[in-house]
């Protein structure tokens, strides 16, 4: 929105938590950052396919939703997957979900909960509007 | 019940990492006990609860005991697999770690001189400063960080990589010498035995293997060798092992992930390495395969990678796993076609 050529950010959900989903972006979008929603389904067609497939890989940072539906669906491993595997930042934001009861490969990533985002937007809004002094 | 010995076995080193030993400690007897009393008890398995029962005894830095959980393990691998076996040499390597903290070095020397020569370059990474350094004595451990460390890497970087409990002055080294490692040493150095293991780093970084400080004999400037990643579910585990060797009697390596078992920080850095460092990506899609987050994310890192993946069907439907769609895949009845055809990349490649 705000910055053309700015920071990027890829969102990914489940259909269920379309809702939840939208209220993120609109916090992630007022820090200046640009939001794509992906929101992952069977059904998607092979031009959306690679849509999802170019805008993950021009995005700066990856946030996957993870609640109860997301972590049900192997689409979510796979995104999941393809953003590390394309060396990108992963963030997850955690609603409703214990962390024992995350799927092994997102425990070692950076998670957030959801009742305390305010942190993690504060610290996207850094990477969004680098300070001079904070570009290495 | 070897599956809920997995899941208290994760769920006790996930404790015990976190610091958690006395809640941890009887989650891991229990699996032992349930590994142990399987109508057909699996070594390996009965091997890994005594060495994650090890690791908790060294955590608590009880080192008589965790000597002799690893020794336990040992005489168990030792008598289940081949003497070369990657996890015979992972377990010397934790016994090494253990015996050299108890001062006995003659003891420690050759099981870590055994586990140094045998690893995948995989771990060649941050344990190498820390067995070193250890086998080097007191004396020699600022000496061979510094040297090793010097102008390529500061330890300030290190540090980043590594979670702030990573406090003591050897995690710090092995994470700066392992870093130079890596980056200038490991990337063409020939791996003996033609098998690489994907276990799991130790958080820690302590109880890697390490490369010989010098390139391995002779072998430091052969090309790496053409290598398949195999994705799978742990529950896949044996039909993984016969693909594996079928696949490595064609001169191709593979990074079997057996990781899927164990939990642990660093499981993601070693799978991103290993999708990274081999050539393709084979996924064994079974019933219990499409259930697996691991071996989604797996596939999804390969194909973040664009790497050429191969689904091997297992009695499920080409289409099952959705991300796999319209990507060629064989059942597991044609495998000799795929082998032919994976050999056939191997030697176009160069690298066979």
Not at chain 2, 53 to 62: E, K, P, T, V
Request: net charge neutral; charged share 30%.
């Amino acid at each position: 929105m705000k910055a053309k050529a700015g920071y990027r950010v890829f969102l990914s959900y489940a259909r269920k938590d379309s809702r939840s989903a939208q209220k993120l972006a609109t916090q992630i979008e007022a820090t200046g950052a640009a939001v794509f929603l992906d929101e992952f389904s069977l059904e998607a067609g092979e031009a959306f396919q690679a849509q999802i497939d170019r805008e993950l890989r021009g995005s700066d940072e990856v946030v996957a939703l993870v609640t109860e539906n997301s972590i049900q669906s192997r689409w979510w491993g796979f995104e999941v997957g393809a953003a590390l595997g394309l060396q990108k930042r992963v963030v997850s934001i955690i609603d409703g979900v214990k962390v024992e009861e995350l799927p092994p490969p997102l425990r070692s990533l950076q998670s957030v909960d959801v009742r305390k985002i305010s942190g993690y937007l504060s610290e996207l809004s850094e990477r969004v509007n680098p300070s001079p002094e904070r570009v290495k | 019940m070897r599956s809920l010995g997995y899941a208290l076995e994760n769920l006790g080193c996930a404790l015990r990492e976190l610091g958690l030993l006395d809640e941890a400690e009887p989650l891991l007897r229990e699996a032992l006990r349930l590994y142990t009393g399987d109508p057909v008890p699996y070594p390996g398995l009965v091997a890994s609860a005594h060495d994650s029962l090890g690791n908790l005894h060294l955590a608590r830095g009880d080192l008589a005991a965790a000597e002799s959980e690893h020794r336990a393990a040992l005489a168990l691998r030792e008598g289940d697999s081949h003497e070369s076996s990657p996890p015979v040499k992972r377990n010397r390597m934790l016994l090494g770690t253990v015996v050299v903290r108890r001062g006995k070095l003659d003891e420690a020397e050759p099981l870590l001189r055994d586990a140094v020569a045998g690893c995948a370059r995989r771990f060649r990474t941050g344990g190498a400063g820390v067995c070193q350094a250890v086998v080097g004595g007191p004396s020699e451990r600022g000496g061979v960080a510094r040297e090793d460390a010097g102008g390529r890497r500061p330890l300030e970087d290190g540090r980043d990589l590594a979670q702030t409990r990573l406090e003591s002055v050897e995690h710090r080294m092995a994470l700066g010498v392992g870093d130079a490692v890596r980056r200038d040493e490991v990337r063409d150095d020939g791996v003996p035995g033609g098998m690489m293991w994907l276990g799991r780093p130790r958080p820690g970084g302590g109880e890697r293997p390490m490369p010989p400080k010098h390139k391995a004999r002779g072998r430091g400037n052969s090309p790496k060798k053409y290598a398949v990643f195999l994705s799978h579910s742990h529950k896949d585990q044996w039909l993984a092992g016969v693909l594996s060797t079928k696949i490595q009697a064609r001169n191709v390596e593979v990074w079997l992930d057996e990781m899927s078992l164990q939990g642990g920080d660093d499981v993601m850095t070693a799978v991103l390495e290993g999708i990274e460092d081999a050539n393709e990506t084979v996924v064994l899609v079974s019933h219990e395969a499409l259930r697996s987050q691991w071996v989604a994310t797996e596939i999804g890192i390969a194909k973040g990678k664009k790497k050429r993946v191969t689904p091997l069907l297992n009695n499920v439907d080409p289409d099952a796993f959705p991300p796999l769609k319209g990507v060629k895949s064989y059942e597991l009845n044609s495998f000799n076609q795929f082998l032919t055809e994976l050999a056939g990349r191997a030697k176009g490649s160069g690298r066979a």
